[in-house]
């Protein structure tokens, strides 16, 4: 089973270079898993990560910013997630090098 750290790698990459990036992160996560990408162990990994760490201001439903919807960031839209996705990948090497 890979890291955590490879999993955001392998998430990064695949939305950065998709050119009909669609819905959000978590969707993307199931897409890899579904095309063989990542095991079930990975997906289940990644997905919990992605929910115990989404954005602070974010609440189910009930945040200005999240206008009654499930997507952490407006839909169809890769730069937040690829922002979001870079600090989480970046937060995760400075933890195994012990910075």
Known sequence: MRTLSQLLV?????????????CGLCYNVTKL???DLITYQEWHLLY????DNR???????????????YYFWPKN???????WLFKHIDKQFL?????
Request: with cysteine; net charge positive; hydrophobic share 30%.
């Open 48 to 51: 919990r990560y992605i929910q």
């Open 95 to 99: 933890l195994l090098n012990n910075f």
């Open 33 to 35: 898993f579904q095309r």
């Open 10 to 22: 392998l998430l990064y990459i695949t939305i950065s270079k998709d050119l009909d990036f669609q």
């Open 55 to 69: 954005p602070k201001w974010y609440q189910c439903g009930y945040d200005k910013n999240q206008k009654d919807s």
């Open 77 to 83: 839209s890769k730069e937040p997630r690829l922002k």
